[in-house]
């Protein structure tokens, strides 16, 4: 059953996607399915920041913290702000319901081109 909803807000603020997912899934998984602009190259292998986004702020906290892993990714991601995470990193939970994640302006989609 898919009724936990997740907002993608475009880079520009002028749009917003609901998309529904499912408990399991991955945030990465849902935006590309959804056809928001975010690569994905390493394909989750947290190996680049591609999936960069940024989560807002009233739903930051009802994310586990990010791995130094992750952390260090993200040092690598062009407009990085306090609340970015990668995508691939965050597993969709029943608690997420209504996340709100906006694509940075600095997002580049080279698989859509």
Known sequence: MSDIKINFVS???EKTVTAAAEA????LRI??????????????????STCHVIVAADDFDKLPE??????DMLDLAAGARRTSR?????????????LTVQIPAESRNMQGV
């Open 66 to 71: 990010a791995t130094e892993m992750e952390e």
């Open 24 to 27: 399991g899934d991955d945030l």
């Open 86 to 98: 990668l995508a691939c990193q965050i597993t969709i939970t029943a608690e997420l319901d209504g």
């Open 11 to 13: 880079a520009d603020g």
């Open 31 to 48: 935006a590309q399915v959804h056809d928001q602009p975010l690569e994905g190259t390493c394909e989750g292998q947290m190996a680049c």
